[in-house]
């Protein structure tokens, strides 16, 4: 059997930057260590493991950006997504590499090479550095393209040859084997391999032979092999932060290119998308896009989605989008369902859909709370969720009547009001720049009605709300 | 405040930011805010601390407020929930229940964790003299009030307080059914957590830190307004009922405690029958006179010491001196180095009771500075012991004094640059790496760029809401204190319960105690602690003094080298710059300042250990001072009273005391005012409290006659001067070090390098550096092995009878100690045979593979890798196949030349055979390049190409965008110096070379042949040897 390793070393980073241009160095860190690295920041001569603080001296405009292994396996995944309509066999090898069998598929792509380019090609739309090698076995592959081989090899021995001459420390064996090696004098790979097995068995242990074994075994990793998920589902995370609904297009159009990329092999079209915009400071909206015919192109979709989001006025900047499918189904609709009688009885999330199909997403909204002192941020209005439930946070007494704007009285309130309890001084919000300062009264009016006012510093006066 | 006030009114309940992560001012801003706003008394109230008083204390007394602090405390019963409940705030009302209180802290404080407490109904038993003020809240049902109220009835009041909130009236409500149901007083409390409602930001971010969430996220835990400040009196009239505002002002007239009742009581046990503290004194003197000066005691001297002994009587020392005696006099039965230091050490009572060993006949001029009672200072005798012994002495003292009467000072930890940018980033949900890249990025030593311009130019948008709230808050949290940690040896020690005078908490080390103090607190209230530190060179001395006795019978101690006359053979080999590993002067600036002052005497290093600091350099003063001594400038003095304080210097103000000393003869400043002089250097760049003394010192000088030029000179000097200003009485006793290890580097080099060695970390130098300059001397150095080494370096006698240094086990890698025991404990008397005998002895394998790759095992089997293969077959730990050896073991392949380098490098940090340039140099890789021995012969201003390891980078702040580099080849170090253009141009290899190639110019000092490159181009030559584990101190 023959086996292709890719290896993607900045896979993260990579994906980041595909989405616009950036010339000036950028680095992902883990625990105040560079772990990628792009090319203008590898000039400057910032490595992989150089020291946040050495990189910071090495380039005052560095871009630094943290490192997530979550994200990189949803990228590999998504990648894999991919690639499988390339190659049917393949494994994930987390967090940045995958094994891909190619005995089968050369019969199908009639050679390698062409095969190859297949291969090559989303690889390349995606804008991923890539190390790659084939050989007979898994790990021999494997072993080579985190080498850096990228070269397709046929004959085992060449590989042979190749992993001979192998530095012990790039031979992807744990820290302390292959300290111990080095410490013999053994420097590469062939000087191991030299050695009578069981003499290094003895020593070094049983990992060391094992490796040495499957350096040489062509038959599949035990694992499971990639399997496709059912339904599409995608992040994308942005390397700038879009203020503007439209600017969402170029992301989402790659995510949607994805989608038809899942959708067309299966012959499946969805009945509507979700789109999750994820805001800056960790909460997130919804955004349902439907085409009830259904569809699946991503040229269609993206029509529909940029009139949807025209429309939407962003809370706060985006850092990252996801998308989902919801109600996939065949291409060819079933006719039967255009007859059948509607349920009696909805539930709130079917309710809350047929609102939003009758009068639009935005007609559609519910009430949050949020914990804040000033009355009109201890709220906010957002998609619903038919699964929220409220909680009441305070033991303040709160009007249940809330005005959006508070209305202006003409004159103090006079005896025939009657101050029932206050002031109540909520004087806050410096953080986000809507700070306040308002003594809050509770007070009966003339018609006996329980109000809600509160008095500047200006001493103007305002109604904000009536108890109930 | 002409007019009279509205109400009288006495804040009873107030934090201040000692009460950590809860109150956002310091408490000399309340009191202050307080005085100002006409209170009558503030109560300083801290959650069961009262580690902030002094401060406010302090602040009172060089303000000459009005207002009265009360000191008291807060305690919840349920410290770590977070909900809002009752409390009781206990306040001192004299002196006994100020002890009651401090018991009550320590015995919270102590059933927990550091930083933590627990407080039980029961605890308040005990508080009799104190007044006590109860909080009621209306969720919680405790009984306090009902014990309470059994217990105090006539000094026991509900407190209430008002802040505009919504629960204002539900709390009213519940303290008046409180205090009908008890028959209580109310009483009307601010509940003050700020002293103006400026610090609401401030505080919202503090909370925010607190809990652990960005301030947008905190919600209601963030306070709904700025109620928690001091309050006009107008406002409080407004709010509380007349009665209860009186009745504040009421329980503040009970209140009669102040911090300047605390004296000192020293422990009795150290006099014995028969004598008082001062005759026993005498006593030990005059014993000490005949150890100190067998030939009979100067006349002279002997003035002095009748001066000095009267001066300690008639202010009351006496016992302060008996216990360091005490404590030196057990180091010295037990054979531990010490030193003392300090102003007061420096006195010849010091040295007849031998806790110094400045001989006052070489210094005499440093006498006239002891304890001086125009500057109202406490004295001060810092004692270093020897670095790995010093927890002897500590034991000892917990021991002899127990820990209820002995507690070290504590060290208030405050936020500084990157904290503070750390914790209000994350607060204002700044994202941490952008945070990291901020506090790297930040050039604290760059004085033209302040850090908000730098953090500007980081991308920062410091014209935002957000950029404009972090930079404030950054400024304002910085010297916020964070936490109590324990000082470094301070002890205080005293004739009765400590906790009685100030409370007693955990440190985090375990069987630790600390008190809520610091060293600057315990000096305001004049009370005395006995500074024990760590000094590494004591160890060092210690050891070379017992091998000199060893190998060559000569039985010295500290004091006797000093008591020889000086060495002229030791001065000639400092000139030369000759100081590796001389406490002291080993630094690279040290080392080539030595050739510019040719120190001759004594006196000399004293000033040559004082010069080369930040505080003279900044003040422009090395150069001055060295034309002067170099007879190339003349020396004026303004006056005769400056004349007498910088003749020894020649006009230049070297050390911190002759800085204090002119305030006081050419400014006019009275003792107290030179000693808050002293204080704020210490801490100007901190507060800033040095330009209120500008004005003073240039008027003061200007009305004496002095020239305005000639005042703001010295202004200008004294800030440069700033916390960096190193005292002579330090200095003094630091130079006693630094000319014994000079002395014995010079007369008995073997023993010194081996001493050194084995008190290892310590210094400037690492063993490799170390064992090079030993060899550079002409020691013999010889490697470590299985049959001949022992844990430490040891010395051995060879066939020439010269002594060798022996590497010890102590030098390898992963090798332990009690493994090493085993080893050498078995070890027969001609050595181990072979390698199996030495594994019947069954140690770790992993510590026999950490031998062989040090080479130690080399009389075995030929190389170390052979050897690591032989050890690694498991077949040999099983018992039944031990005796089967393997017919034909595998021969692996010897090390060349690089892999023995490489080896030596990873399992020794060093190594004797080549060293790695050398080998550079014979690969032909390095042509072109001269050695640092060759560079001798060329002259000044010539094009050099030379070659070697990067073993240290140094930015110093006070060579402004210089970089010093240095180089190691097999000859020498060669110093480089790098101009900030050419650093920038070549940034990558001058911040990333391990191994450096440099072309540049050879610049030699034509009077003392200082010689440094100033480079050029710069070449990183690391990939020649890649593999070399070779690591720099940098930037340090």
């Given at each position: 059997?023959?086996?292709?390793?890719?290896?993607?070393?900045?896979?993260?980073?990579?994906?980041?930057?595909?989405?616009?241009?950036?010339?000036?160095?950028?680095?992902?860190?883990?625990?105040?260590?560079?772990?990628?690295?792009?090319?203008?920041?590898?000039?400057?001569?910032?490595?992989?493991?150089?020291?946040l603080g050495q990189a910071a001296l090495l380039s005052a405009q560095l871009k630094v950006i943290a490192y997530e292994p979550k994200q990189e396996q949803r990228l590999l995944a998504q990648l894999a997504?991919?690639?499988?309509?390339?190659?049917?066999?393949?494994?994930?090898?987390?967090?940045?590499?995958?094994?891909?069998?190619?005995?089968?598929?050369?019969?199908?792509?009639?050679?390698?090479?062409?095969?190859?380019?297949?291969?090559?090609?989303?690889?390349?739309?995606?804008?991923l550095h890539y190390h790659?090698?084939?050989?007979?076995?898994?790990?021999?592959?494997?072993?080579?393209?985190?080498?850096?081989?990228?070269?397709?090899?046929?004959?085992?021995?060449?590989?042979?040859?190749?992993?001979?001459?192998?530095?012990?420390?790039?031979?992807?064996?744990?820290?302390?084997?292959?300290?111990?090696?080095?410490?013999?004098?053994?420097?590469?790979?062939?000087?191991?391999?030299?050695?009578?097995?069981?003499?290094?068995?003895?020593?070094?242990?049983?990992?060391?032979?094992?490796?040495?074994?499957?350096?040489?075994?062509?038959?599949?990793?035990?694992?499971?092999?990639?399997?496709?998920?059912?339904?599409?589902?995608?992040?994308?995370?942005?390397?700038y932060e879009i203020e503007h609904s439209t600017a969402l297009r170029f992301p989402l159009k790659r995510l949607l290119s994805d989608l038809e990329a899942f959708l067309a092999p299966r012959q499946l079209q969805a009945a509507?998308?979700?789109?999750?915009?994820?805001?800056?400071?960790?909460?997130?909206?919804?955004?349902?896009?439907?085409?009830?015919?259904?569809?699946?192109?991503?040229?269609?979709?993206?029509?529909?989605?940029?009139l949807r989001l025209e429309q939407l006025q962003l809370q706060a900047p985006i850092i990252a989008i996801s998308l989902k499918t919801k109600g996939q189904m065949p291409w060819a609709p079933l006719s039967a369902q255009l007859f059948e009688p509607l349920g009696g009885k909805l539930t709130a999330g079917q309710l809350i859909s047929r609102l939003q199909n009758k009068l639009g997403d935005h007609a559609v909204q519910q009430v949050y709370l949020r914990d804040d002192h000033r009355p009109e941020r201890s709220f906010y209005q957002g998609a619903p969720q038919s699964s929220y439930q409220a909680h009441q946070a305070t033991t303040y007494l709160r009007p249940s009547l809330l005005f959006t704007l508070p209305q202006a009285l003409n004159h103090k309130p006079d005896q025939q009001w009657c101050i029932l309890s206050g002031p109540e001084r909520i004087q806050s919000g410096w953080w986000d720049n809507v700070s306040i300062c308002r003594d809050y009264f509770i007070a009966r009016n003339p018609t006996g009605q329980v109000c809600w006012l509160f008095r500047t510093p200006r001493e103007e006066w305002f109604l904000h709300g009536y108890f109930s | 405040m002409s007019s009279k006030p509205v109400v009288d009114y006495a804040e009873l309940h107030c934090l201040s930011n000692f009460s950590f992560l809860r109150a956002a001012s310091h408490p000399q801003e309340l009191i202050q805010q307080a005085d100002a706003l006409g209170y009558k008394a503030l109560a300083l109230t801290d959650e069961c601390s009262v580690a902030g008083v002094v401060r406010a204390y302090q602040h009172k007394k060089e303000h000459n407020l009005n207002i009265k602090l009360i000191i008291g405390s807060e305690f919840l019963l349920n410290p770590h929930q977070s909900e809002a409940q009752e409390s009781l705030i206990v306040l001192a009302r004299n002196r006994l229940g100020y002890a009651q209180l401090c018991q009550l802290i320590s015995l919270s404080r102590q059933r927990c964790e550091k930083g933590k407490y627990q407080v039980f109904e029961n605890d308040f038993d005990n508080l009799s003299e104190c007044l006590l003020i109860w909080n009621p809240h209306p969720s919680n049902k405790s009984l306090l009030g009902e014990k309470l109220s059994s217990q105090y009835k006539d000094h026991l009041w509900i407190g209430c307080h008002r802040r505009l909130s919504a629960l204002d009236q539900r709390l009213q409500t519940h303290c008046q059914t409180m205090a009908k149901a008890y028959d209580l007083p109310i009483v009307a409390l601010g509940q003050v957590i700020m002293h103006s409602p400026d610090r609401q930001m401030l505080h919202d971010t503090l909370t925010a830190i607190r809990i652990g969430m960005p301030v947008h996220a905190c919600g209601y835990a963030l306070q709904a307004n700025r109620e928690h400040s001091l309050r006009s009196l107008d406002k409080i009239a407004k709010l509380y009922p007349l009665q209860w505002i009186q009745t504040s002002v009421l329980i503040a007239q009970q209140c009669n405690f102040c911090l300047s009742e605390l004296s000192y009581e020293y422990p009795a046990e150290l006099v014995p029958s028969g004598y008082d503290a001062n005759s026993y004194l005498h006593y030990l003197v005059e014993q000490g006179k005949e150890i100190r000066f067998p030939a009979g005691v100067p006349h002279d001297i002997a003035l002095i010491i009748d001066k000095e002994l009267s001066l300690i009587a008639s202010e009351g020392y006496a016992h302060f001196f008996l216990t360091v005696y005490d404590l030196v006099q057990f180091a010295k039965s037990q054979h531990i180095l010490y030193q003392g230091r300090g102003s007061s050490a420096n006195s010849v009572v010091c040295y007849c009771l031998e806790i110094t060993a400045v001989d006052p006949r070489q210094i005499q001029v440093l006498f006239e500075r002891f304890i001086s009672k125009e500057r109202a200072e406490p004295p001060d005798i810092d004692v270093d012991f020897e670095h790995q012994r010093r927890e002897e002495i500590i034991q000892y003292i917990y021991q002899k004094y127990g820990r209820h009467r002995a507690a070290l000072a504590a060290t208030v930890i405050t936020y500084r640059f990157k904290s503070a940018v750390r914790e209000v980033g994350k607060a204002l949900g700044i994202s941490l790496p952008t945070l990291e890249l901020f506090i790297k990025n930040v050039d604290r030593q760059d004085h033209s760029t302040g850090w908000?311009?730098?953090?500007?130019?980081?991308?920062?948008?410091?014209?935002?809401?957000?950029?404009?709230?972090?930079?404030e808050l950054v400024q304002t949290l910085q010297g916020f204190p964070r936490h109590l940690s324990q000082h470094v040896g301070g002890f205080i020690i005293s004739a009765g319960p400590l906790s009685e005078l100030v409370p007693i908490e955990n440190a985090a080390m375990a069987d630790r105690t600390v008190i809520q103090w610091d060293k600057d607190d315990l000096a305001s209230l004049a009370l005395l602690k006995v500074d024990v530190l760590a000094l590494g060179m004591l160890s060092a001395i210690r050891r070379a003094l017992h091998m000199v006795h060893h190998y060559h019978g000569r039985k010295l101690s500290l004091a006797d080298i000093t008591r020889m006359d000086d060495d002229a053979k030791v001065y000639a080999m400092l000139q030369q710059g000759d100081s590796v590993g001389v406490f002291q002067v080993e630094s690279r600036a040290q080392m080539s300042m030595l050739p510019r002052l040719q120190p001759a005497c004594f006196y000399d290093l004293v000033i040559q250990i004082a010069i080369v600091r930040p505080g003279p350099i900044q003040g422009d003063m090395v150069h001055p001072f060295l034309r002067r001594r170099a007879g190339k400038e003349n020396v004026d003095y303004p006056s005769q009273e400056v004349k007498g304080v910088l003749e020894r210097t020649l006009g230049v103000p070297i050390f911190q005391e002759q800085v204090i000393k002119l305030a006081m003869v050419a400014a006019g400043f009275s003792g107290g005012e030179a000693d808050r002089l002293r204080r704020a250097m210490a801490n100007w760049k901190r507060h800033g409290e040095l330009d209120q003394f500008q004005h003073k010192l240039v008027n003061g000088m200007v009305k004496r006659g002095y020239k305005t030029e000639f005042a703001e000179r010295l202004y200008q000097q004294i800030l440069g001067f700033g916390e960096y200003g190193f005292p002579e009485s330090h200095s003094a006793s630091f130079a006693v070090l630094t000319y014994a290890s000079a002395w014995l580097k010079y007369h008995y080099p073997a023993a010194f390098y081996c001493a050194i060695l084995n008190s290892q970390p310590m210094g400037f130098y690492s063993a490799s550096q170390l064992i090079q300059d030993a060899r550079r001397h002409g020691l013999q150095v010889l490697p470590v092995c299985i049959n001949h080494s022992a844990w430490d370096h040891s010395l051995e006698s060879t066939k020439t009878a010269e002594l060798a240094l022996r590497l010890g086990f102590r030098q390898v890698k992963g090798v332990r100690q009690i493994h090493i025991q085993q080893l050498l404990k078995h070890r027969p008397k001609q050595g181990f045979k072979d390698l199996p005998q030495v594994q019947t002895l069954h140690l770790p394998r992993g510590q026999l593979e950490s031998l062989a790759s040090a080479n130690a095992l080399t009389c075995f089997s030929g190389h170390r890798y052979q050897a690591r293969w032989q050890l690694l077959d498991n077949y040999q730990d099983l018992p039944l196949l031990h005796q089967v050896q393997e017919t034909n073991p595998e021969q692996l392949p010897g090390p060349d030349a690089l892999d023995v380098l490489t080896e030596d490098y990873a399992s020794l940090s060093l190594s004797l055979e080549q060293h790695p340039i050398a080998l550079l140099r014979h690969a032909g890789l390095l042509k072109g390049c001269l050695s640092t021995s060759q560079m001798v012969h060329k002259p000044h201003q010539s094009l050099v190409t030379a070659a070697g390891i990067v073993t240290g980078r140094q930015r110093p702040s006070t060579a402004s965008g210089v970089t010093f580099i240095t180089l190691e080849d097999e000859t020498g170090?060669?110093?480089?110096?790098?101009?900030?253009?050419?650093?920038?141009?070549?940034?990558?290899?001058?911040?990333?070379?391990?191994?450096?190639?440099?072309?540049?110019?050879?610049?030699?000092?034509?009077?003392?042949?200082?010689?440094?490159?100033?480079?050029?181009?710069?070449?990183?030559?690391?990939?020649?040897?890649?593999?070399?584990?070779?690591?720099?101190?940098?930037?340090?």
């Amino acid at each position: 059997m023959q086996w292709l390793y890719l290896y993607f070393p900045n896979l993260q980073l990579d994906s980041l930057l595909h989405q616009q241009a950036y010339n000036q160095a950028c680095v992902l860190v883990d625990k105040n260590e560079v772990v990628q690295t792009n090319s203008e920041a590898r000039q400057l001569g910032i490595k992989i493991g150089t020291g946040l603080g050495q990189a910071a001296l090495l380039s005052a405009q560095l871009k630094v950006i943290a490192y997530e292994p979550k994200q990189e396996q949803r990228l590999l995944a998504q990648l894999a997504q991919r690639l499988y309509q390339t190659s049917a066999t393949l494994y994930l090898d987390p967090p940045q590499g995958l094994l891909l069998q190619t005995s089968d598929m050369l019969r199908l792509y009639e050679g390698l090479a062409p095969y190859w380019q297949q291969l090559q090609q989303p690889l390349m739309e995606r804008g991923l550095h890539y190390h790659y090698a084939s050989a007979h076995s898994p790990l021999a592959a494997q072993v080579l393209a985190r080498a850096g081989n990228d070269r397709l090899l046929t004959h085992q021995g060449e590989a042979t040859g190749l992993l001979h001459q192998l530095p012990i420390h790039s031979a992807g064996l744990n820290y302390k084997l292959c300290l111990q090696l080095e410490r013999l004098g053994l420097n590469t790979l062939g000087q191991a391999q030299a050695l009578p097995r069981s003499a290094l068995g003895q020593r070094l242990g049983q990992t060391l032979v094992t490796y040495l074994q499957q350096l040489e075994d062509s038959s599949a990793p035990s694992r499971p092999r990639y399997q496709p998920p059912e339904h599409f589902r995608q992040r994308l995370e942005l390397l700038y932060e879009i203020e503007h609904s439209t600017a969402l297009r170029f992301p989402l159009k790659r995510l949607l290119s994805d989608l038809e990329a899942f959708l067309a092999p299966r012959q499946l079209q969805a009945a509507g998308l979700i789109l999750g915009l994820e805001y800056r400071e960790h909460t997130s909206e919804r955004v349902y896009i439907g085409c009830s015919d259904g569809e699946y192109r991503a040229e269609s979709w993206l029509g529909l989605s940029m009139l949807r989001l025209e429309q939407l006025q962003l809370q706060a900047p985006i850092i990252a989008i996801s998308l989902k499918t919801k109600g996939q189904m065949p291409w060819a609709p079933l006719s039967a369902q255009l007859f059948e009688p509607l349920g009696g009885k909805l539930t709130a999330g079917q309710l809350i859909s047929r609102l939003q199909n009758k009068l639009g997403d935005h007609a559609v909204q519910q009430v949050y709370l949020r914990d804040d002192h000033r009355p009109e941020r201890s709220f906010y209005q957002g998609a619903p969720q038919s699964s929220y439930q409220a909680h009441q946070a305070t033991t303040y007494l709160r009007p249940s009547l809330l005005f959006t704007l508070p209305q202006a009285l003409n004159h103090k309130p006079d005896q025939q009001w009657c101050i029932l309890s206050g002031p109540e001084r909520i004087q806050s919000g410096w953080w986000d720049n809507v700070s306040i300062c308002r003594d809050y009264f509770i007070a009966r009016n003339p018609t006996g009605q329980v109000c809600w006012l509160f008095r500047t510093p200006r001493e103007e006066w305002f109604l904000h709300g009536y108890f109930s | 405040m002409s007019s009279k006030p509205v109400v009288d009114y006495a804040e009873l309940h107030c934090l201040s930011n000692f009460s950590f992560l809860r109150a956002a001012s310091h408490p000399q801003e309340l009191i202050q805010q307080a005085d100002a706003l006409g209170y009558k008394a503030l109560a300083l109230t801290d959650e069961c601390s009262v580690a902030g008083v002094v401060r406010a204390y302090q602040h009172k007394k060089e303000h000459n407020l009005n207002i009265k602090l009360i000191i008291g405390s807060e305690f919840l019963l349920n410290p770590h929930q977070s909900e809002a409940q009752e409390s009781l705030i206990v306040l001192a009302r004299n002196r006994l229940g100020y002890a009651q209180l401090c018991q009550l802290i320590s015995l919270s404080r102590q059933r927990c964790e550091k930083g933590k407490y627990q407080v039980f109904e029961n605890d308040f038993d005990n508080l009799s003299e104190c007044l006590l003020i109860w909080n009621p809240h209306p969720s919680n049902k405790s009984l306090l009030g009902e014990k309470l109220s059994s217990q105090y009835k006539d000094h026991l009041w509900i407190g209430c307080h008002r802040r505009l909130s919504a629960l204002d009236q539900r709390l009213q409500t519940h303290c008046q059914t409180m205090a009908k149901a008890y028959d209580l007083p109310i009483v009307a409390l601010g509940q003050v957590i700020m002293h103006s409602p400026d610090r609401q930001m401030l505080h919202d971010t503090l909370t925010a830190i607190r809990i652990g969430m960005p301030v947008h996220a905190c919600g209601y835990a963030l306070q709904a307004n700025r109620e928690h400040s001091l309050r006009s009196l107008d406002k409080i009239a407004k709010l509380y009922p007349l009665q209860w505002i009186q009745t504040s002002v009421l329980i503040a007239q009970q209140c009669n405690f102040c911090l300047s009742e605390l004296s000192y009581e020293y422990p009795a046990e150290l006099v014995p029958s028969g004598y008082d503290a001062n005759s026993y004194l005498h006593y030990l003197v005059e014993q000490g006179k005949e150890i100190r000066f067998p030939a009979g005691v100067p006349h002279d001297i002997a003035l002095i010491i009748d001066k000095e002994l009267s001066l300690i009587a008639s202010e009351g020392y006496a016992h302060f001196f008996l216990t360091v005696y005490d404590l030196v006099q057990f180091a010295k039965s037990q054979h531990i180095l010490y030193q003392g230091r300090g102003s007061s050490a420096n006195s010849v009572v010091c040295y007849c009771l031998e806790i110094t060993a400045v001989d006052p006949r070489q210094i005499q001029v440093l006498f006239e500075r002891f304890i001086s009672k125009e500057r109202a200072e406490p004295p001060d005798i810092d004692v270093d012991f020897e670095h790995q012994r010093r927890e002897e002495i500590i034991q000892y003292i917990y021991q002899k004094y127990g820990r209820h009467r002995a507690a070290l000072a504590a060290t208030v930890i405050t936020y500084r640059f990157k904290s503070a940018v750390r914790e209000v980033g994350k607060a204002l949900g700044i994202s941490l790496p952008t945070l990291e890249l901020f506090i790297k990025n930040v050039d604290r030593q760059d004085h033209s760029t302040g850090w908000d311009k730098q953090l500007h130019s980081l991308g920062l948008d410091s014209q935002s809401h957000v950029g404009r709230c972090f930079l404030e808050l950054v400024q304002t949290l910085q010297g916020f204190p964070r936490h109590l940690s324990q000082h470094v040896g301070g002890f205080i020690i005293s004739a009765g319960p400590l906790s009685e005078l100030v409370p007693i908490e955990n440190a985090a080390m375990a069987d630790r105690t600390v008190i809520q103090w610091d060293k600057d607190d315990l000096a305001s209230l004049a009370l005395l602690k006995v500074d024990v530190l760590a000094l590494g060179m004591l160890s060092a001395i210690r050891r070379a003094l017992h091998m000199v006795h060893h190998y060559h019978g000569r039985k010295l101690s500290l004091a006797d080298i000093t008591r020889m006359d000086d060495d002229a053979k030791v001065y000639a080999m400092l000139q030369q710059g000759d100081s590796v590993g001389v406490f002291q002067v080993e630094s690279r600036a040290q080392m080539s300042m030595l050739p510019r002052l040719q120190p001759a005497c004594f006196y000399d290093l004293v000033i040559q250990i004082a010069i080369v600091r930040p505080g003279p350099i900044q003040g422009d003063m090395v150069h001055p001072f060295l034309r002067r001594r170099a007879g190339k400038e003349n020396v004026d003095y303004p006056s005769q009273e400056v004349k007498g304080v910088l003749e020894r210097t020649l006009g230049v103000p070297i050390f911190q005391e002759q800085v204090i000393k002119l305030a006081m003869v050419a400014a006019g400043f009275s003792g107290g005012e030179a000693d808050r002089l002293r204080r704020a250097m210490a801490n100007w760049k901190r507060h800033g409290e040095l330009d209120q003394f500008q004005h003073k010192l240039v008027n003061g000088m200007v009305k004496r006659g002095y020239k305005t030029e000639f005042a703001e000179r010295l202004y200008q000097q004294i800030l440069g001067f700033g916390e960096y200003g190193f005292p002579e009485s330090h200095s003094a006793s630091f130079a006693v070090l630094t000319y014994a290890s000079a002395w014995l580097k010079y007369h008995y080099p073997a023993a010194f390098y081996c001493a050194i060695l084995n008190s290892q970390p310590m210094g400037f130098y690492s063993a490799s550096q170390l064992i090079q300059d030993a060899r550079r001397h002409g020691l013999q150095v010889l490697p470590v092995c299985i049959n001949h080494s022992a844990w430490d370096h040891s010395l051995e006698s060879t066939k020439t009878a010269e002594l060798a240094l022996r590497l010890g086990f102590r030098q390898v890698k992963g090798v332990r100690q009690i493994h090493i025991q085993q080893l050498l404990k078995h070890r027969p008397k001609q050595g181990f045979k072979d390698l199996p005998q030495v594994q019947t002895l069954h140690l770790p394998r992993g510590q026999l593979e950490s031998l062989a790759s040090a080479n130690a095992l080399t009389c075995f089997s030929g190389h170390r890798y052979q050897a690591r293969w032989q050890l690694l077959d498991n077949y040999q730990d099983l018992p039944l196949l031990h005796q089967v050896q393997e017919t034909n073991p595998e021969q692996l392949p010897g090390p060349d030349a690089l892999d023995v380098l490489t080896e030596d490098y990873a399992s020794l940090s060093l190594s004797l055979e080549q060293h790695p340039i050398a080998l550079l140099r014979h690969a032909g890789l390095l042509k072109g390049c001269l050695s640092t021995s060759q560079m001798v012969h060329k002259p000044h201003q010539s094009l050099v190409t030379a070659a070697g390891i990067v073993t240290g980078r140094q930015r110093p702040s006070t060579a402004s965008g210089v970089t010093f580099i240095t180089l190691e080849d097999e000859t020498g170090n060669t110093n480089l110096v790098v101009w900030q253009g050419t650093a920038r141009a070549q940034r990558q290899v001058y911040l990333n070379a391990k191994i450096l190639k440099v072309k540049g110019i050879l610049e030699r000092d034509p009077d003392n042949q200082v010689t440094h490159i100033i480079a050029g181009k710069l070449i990183d030559c690391s990939h020649l040897l890649e593999q070399l584990k070779i690591s720099s101190r940098d930037f340090h």
